[in-house]
């Protein structure tokens, strides 16, 4: 297929994603992967035949996206009318999954207050931040974005779609930006480091101590957010290298394999995401590392806690939880 015609379907694709999407989210939500990837090749392909459109529409990309400044700035192009009628979303899920809610709610006191909502595990794709767009955010009253890795937003099809979604790039300037704004930030504090996991029953949780410190900076509280089946969805393949590329580099080599061989999840692998307590932040200008770590080990204790409390209920009683 020639590149103009690839990005005149791509472009019909993704116009009337809204009617499509809510059908069948799972699906969906793998199509921007695989067009981007298809994407990619078709424009390697056309510059390396020395076609003068895929070297103009190469030339093009890698301009709009070395200047951009939209993975950086609020609002952002935030835009959940894409992805079509969120209530239909959810049912698409629970549909494909067996099971797709948001429990714990009521946890929630002060919904008005600032919040970093913090959630684990990540999972290989993330997928349980579909949870954002299916209700979890009408259940706070101020606005809401969500950080990402810095790559997302340099790969094609991945990076519009993490914007529409309402997400920002996950630098320290970007965060503090948003918290003076006003907004609740929400994050995978485990990033990388949770997308590979040890086997079928531990689950490796790995907390961070930066977004803590800018909690306490800014006086924000912290909602520990745990999804119960978001490691059930993939088999992983690692490929070799992939610990030095993840060292080194911060590049998460993996593939995922799900139904079909492919990224797909696989089906009735029921989807609970978990609200726990709220942890009430103080605000302190200069926190000391004794002040962090004071919080980390609240922090680390909140999301045990979600955890041992729910993994009965929800299938997981055979599951340990490793929190580093």
């Not at 924000?220 to 080194?248: Q, S, Y």
Request: with cysteine.
């Amino acid at each position: 297929m020639h590149l103009l015609h690839l990005l005149g379907a791509l472009a019909l694709l993704f116009s009337t994603a809204r009617h499509w999407f809510p059908l069948a989210p799972a699906y969906g939500f793998v199509i921007q992967f695989y067009t981007g990837l298809v994407l990619i090749a078709s424009i390697v392909h056309h510059v390396v035949s020395l076609d003068a459109v895929g070297i103009a529409v190469a030339i093009l990309i890698i301009a709009y996206y070395s200047t951009s400044r939209a993975s950086k700035s609020y609002p952002g192009s935030y835009d959940p009318a894409f992805f079509g009628d969120a209530d239909r979303i959810r049912r698409g899920c629970a549909d494909y999954f067996g099971a797709f809610e948001i429990r714990g709610a009521e946890n929630i006191k002060h919904p008005e207050r600032q919040h970093f909502v913090a959630l684990h595990p990540h999972g290989p794709t993330a997928f349980s931040r579909i949870h954002f767009l299916c209700g979890f955010r009408d259940l706070l009253r101020r606005p809401s974005r969500m950080i990402g890795a810095n790559v997302l937003f340099y790969l094609p099809i991945v990076r519009e779609i993490t914007l529409w979604f309402g997400a920002l790039d996950a630098d320290k300037e970007t965060v503090e930006m948003l918290l003076r704004e006003g907004c609740n930030v929400e994050l995978y504090p485990g990033a990388l480091d949770e997308m590979i996991q040890p086997g079928k029953e531990t689950i490796n949780v790995k907390t961070r101590r930066g977004f803590l410190r800018l909690a306490l900076r800014h006086g924000v509280d912290i909602l520990p957010c745990f999804c119960f089946g978001e490691t059930n969805m993939h088999d992983l393949l690692t490929p070799p290298g992939a610990g030095w590329l993840k060292r080194m580099l911060r590049i998460g080599l993996i593939l995922p394999i799900g139904r079909f061989y492919s990224f797909l999840p696989y089906k009735s692998k029921p989807q609970h995401l978990v609200i726990g307590e709220p942890i009430s932040v103080d605000l302190v200008e200069d926190p000391s590392e004794e002040q962090v770590g004071a919080l980390h080990e609240r922090y680390k204790a909140a999301i045990a806690k979600v955890f041992e409390e729910n993994k009965r209920q929800l299938g997981h009683e055979r599951y340990s939880l490793n929190v580093v």
